[in-house]
């Protein structure tokens, strides 16, 4: 019985000593758990102040384009400015207007416009009056170039063809080669006159005609060269306005 009480007592003072000892212990468990939670708190602040900063950077993203847009095109416009005052770009300009209000070929009571350079462009109208369609190739002479497909003329369709001076070559229905060729030389050798024929020379594919500014005209086979040396075949013009009207029968 003695015993069991002593062990009893014991185990009092163990206990007792346990949470004295916790008692002591508390506060720095307490302090740990603060440090922990601000740690924890200043974490969670720092989260939140990068997810507004990249807010604020997404926000002014567009505003950042927007500028840099702007300054694009002011630098566009610019350029474009400078270019348009060029003198390069004035001629183009004037050649691109001169296309565009040209008088229709029956009108021949007006002359020809110049070009500011000084050069006179000759004007050809293509009309075709067959019932299939014209291939209208062009082939300058002394170039080294293939014929140049131009335009597909569809029956009762047209085309304007506008030759500088110096151009010198010929138009036919398909690639040359055995067909008629309407041939024409533009201010060459004489800077007065303007050369132009029909020719059956390499071949035939139907009648051709030409009306001049001057209001001759030709027809093949009976008005075409038949030989290459037939010179009584070539016809001049010694400066008449108008267009040369040729036609696909």
């Known amino acids: 019985m003695q015993q069991s009480l002593a062990y009893l007592s014991l185990g ?9 000892a916790l008692s002591l212990r508390q506060p720095e468990i307490d302090r740990q758990r603060r440090a922990v939670t601000e740690e924890n708190q200043e974490q969670l602040n720092a989260e939140q102040d990068q997810a507004q900063g990249n807010k604020e950077v997404t926000q002014m993203t567009p505003s950042i384009s927007t500028t840099a847009s702007s300054d694009v095109k002011s630098e566009e416009d610019g350029k ?16 691109m207007e001169f296309y565009s209000n040209q008088r229709k070929p029956e009108d021949k009571s007006e002359n020809m416009p110049i070009l500011s350079s000084g050069m006179a462009l000759t004007h050809l109208v293509f009309k075709n009056h067959r019932g299939t369609n014209v291939e209208l190739f062009k082939t300058q002479n002394g170039m080294g170039q293939e014929p140049q ?12 063809e506008y030759l500088l001076d110096g151009w010198a070559g010929n138009f036919s229905n398909g690639a040359p080669g055995k ?9 060459t050798d004489d800077k007065n006159q303007i050369y132009y024929d029909l020719s059956n020379v390499d071949g035939s594919d139907g009648v051709m005609s030409v009306q001049a500014p001057d209001g001759s005209s030709l027809q093949s086979p009976k008005d075409a060269y038949q030989y290459s040396t037939d010179d009584t075949k070539t016809h001049g013009d010694g400066g008449q306005t108008g267009a040369y009207v040729i036609g696909f029968h």
């Open 179 to 187: 067909n008629t060729l309407f041939e024409i030389s533009i201010r």
């Open 12 to 20: 009092l003072v163990v206990l007792c000593v346990f949470t004295q």
């Open 149 to 160: 497909l131009v335009a597909t003329l569809a029956p009762g369709q047209t085309h304007d």
């Open 80 to 95: 474009k400015n400078s270019f348009e005052d060029a003198p390069w770009y004035q001629q183009c300009k004037a050649n």
